[in-house]
């Protein structure tokens, strides 16, 4: 994901055991395709988010400081809703 959504992907620590990545998505921006490991999201701020998933889409609606656990998947999220959304995304290698 550091590469496929481009400029809203920051990754603030990168080594063996574990990626932190921030990701500020404006509405309408999208992730583009990419895998995860197990990871953890926190919602640093809520909104709407659309998500494909071997071709099925699933909206989903999170608030502040929400946090969720997520085993390994292949996936785009777009931010369907009409405000910016922050996130932070720890990978575990």
């Known amino acids: ?3 496929t959504a481009g400029k809203n992907a920051k990754v603030l620590l990168d080594n063996d055991k574990v990626r932190v990545l921030e990701l500020n998505m ?3 921006a999208s992730t583009g395709l990419h895998s995860h490991g ?3 999201v926190y919602f640093v701020t809520g909104g709407t988010a659309t998500q494909v998933t071997n071709g099925e889409s699933k909206t989903m609606t999170r608030k502040p400081g ?3 656990w ?5 996936h ?3 931010n369907s809703g009409k405000t910016a959304v922050k996130t932070v995304i720890i990978e575990l290698k």
């Not at 997520?70 to 292949?74: A, F, H, K, L, M």
């Open 66 to 68: 929400e946090a969720i």
């Open 26 to 28: 404006p509405p309408g």
């Open 70 to 74: 997520s085993g390994p998947v292949t």
């Open 1 to 3: 994901m550091a590469k």
């Open 38 to 40: 197990d990871n953890v």
């Open 76 to 78: 785009d999220t777009t």
